[in-house]
């Protein structure tokens, strides 16, 4: 790590650039040419290097003179709660996903049209940083996804089956019989190192760094889980009826793959809206698309989610009957 911070420090000490810069440089330097050890070890190590800057602020005397806050705003803060967890509920559209990809996820399903009935929960923590956004923070947050094959249900000749209704109406038996009939889990666990917000009107947003680590089966495969891993760099919104959307580009490994599966590239979206209103408090909609190419000949996916997201602290209203506005 000394070496590492001691060539960011004689960096801006010969072009002037601040040292994130040049590390995010160096990052980025890695990735293009798929040194994807040196990539994850940087981002790590930069985590950890600002680990004793978040100790010596939190063991300052809380009479410490602090210095002036600019005005509170919804165009200036950092908008997003220390702590987030949510429960969802929505399709996973497999069609334009590669031949490989289908056949583990959906594999008794033939026709063009393939989707998957999909539920879980996501979380995310602030582990170091302040909400103002010229400051860094670090991110931990992780997601399951838990799948229902689209021919497992007969909606036809069940519609009374939770999956088989408008999806709102009837969130908590949905997701409880998603997760009870399952026969998909994906999951993953990451670190995002958030940079200072970017300049500019309206709505902000952060860059930020990333490592993730992940994992997809399938009950009764018989077999390990197929690992699911990358680093990569984007930016996410952080302020506006639109934060927590993103935008990232990441190298990595998707095992599932017979062909370069350690040398995928990665390309992930991710659109939510938060509502305004009292009703709709808590509750926002979503849609995802996540790419994994191998730019090359290999086989590649490209797999589009959307649904409904819901706060955990509104999910028990929901699992009792309740409504949107919490079960008036």
Same mark, same amino acid.
């Not at 334009?96 to 009935?117: C, H, M």
């Not at 947050?141 to 088989?164: E, L, M």
């Given at each position: 790590m000394t070496g590492i911070l001691s060539q960011s420090n004689e960096a801006q000490t010969t072009s002037g650039r601040p040292?994130?810069?040049?590390?995010?440089?160096?990052?980025?330097?890695?990735?293009?040419?798929? %040194?994807?050890?040196?990539?994850?070890?940087?981002?790590?190590?930069?985590?950890?290097?600002?680990?004793?800057?978040?100790?010596?602020?939190?063991?300052?005397?809380?009479?410490?003179?602090?210095?002036?806050?600019?005005?509170?705003?919804?165009?200036?803060?950092?908008?997003?709660?220390?702590?987030?967890?949510?429960?969802?509920?929505?399709y996973a559209i497999d069609s334009?996903?590669?031949?490989?990809?289908?056949?583990?996820?959906?594999?008794?399903?033939?026709? %063009?049209?393939?989707?998957?009935?999909v539920a879980g929960f996501d979380f995310a923590y602030c582990l170091t940083g302040d909400p103002e956004p010229g400051k860094h923070q670090i991110w931990l947050?992780?997601?399951?996804?838990?799948?229902?094959?689209?021919?497992?249900?007969?909606?036809?000749?069940?519609? %009374?089956?939770?999956?088989?209704k408008d999806y709102g109406t009837d969130f908590g038996e949905q997701h409880l019989y998603i997760l009870r009939n399952a026969r998909t889990l994906e999951g993953f666990v990451a670190a995002r190192w958030e940079l200072p917000a970017l300049p500019g009107t309206g709505d902000l947003a952060r860059p930020y760094l990333k490592a993730q680590a992940g994992f997809l089966t399938v009950a009764n495969n018989g077999g390990d889980v197929v690992g699911v891993h990358h680093v990569g760099v984007g930016i996410v919104a952080i302020s506006g009826s639109y934060r927590d959307s993103f935008l990232e580009v990441g190298y990595g490994r998707t095992d599932l793959f017979a062909t370069n599966p350690t040398k995928r590239w990665k390309v992930g979206g991710f659109l939510t809206w938060h509502k305004a209103s009292q009703e709709w408090s808590g509750v926002a909609p979503f849609a995802a698309m996540v790419v994994d190419t191998d730019l090359g000949r290999g086989a590649d996916s490209i797999q589009s989610y959307v649904g409904l997201s819901i706060q955990l602290d509104r999910f028990t209203n929901f699992l009792h009957g309740g409504k949107k506005n919490g079960g008036s």
């Open positions: 040292p994130s810069v040049v590390q995010a440089g160096r990052i980025a330097r890695y990735l293009c040419t798929g %040194d994807l050890r040196r990539a994850a070890n940087l981002v790590l190590l930069l985590q950890l290097a600002m680990v004793p800057k978040f100790l010596d602020a939190q063991t300052r005397s809380p009479d410490a003179p602090k210095a002036p806050r600019a005005a509170e705003n919804s165009a200036s803060r950092d908008e997003r709660p220390r702590l987030e967890a949510h429960a969802f509920v929505g334009f996903a590669g031949s490989a990809t289908k056949q583990y996820l959906n594999p008794s399903v033939s026709g %063009d049209i393939q989707e998957r009935w947050y992780g997601r399951t996804v838990h799948g229902v094959r689209s021919s497992d249900v007969d909606c036809r000749q069940n519609p %009374d089956t939770p999956v088989c």
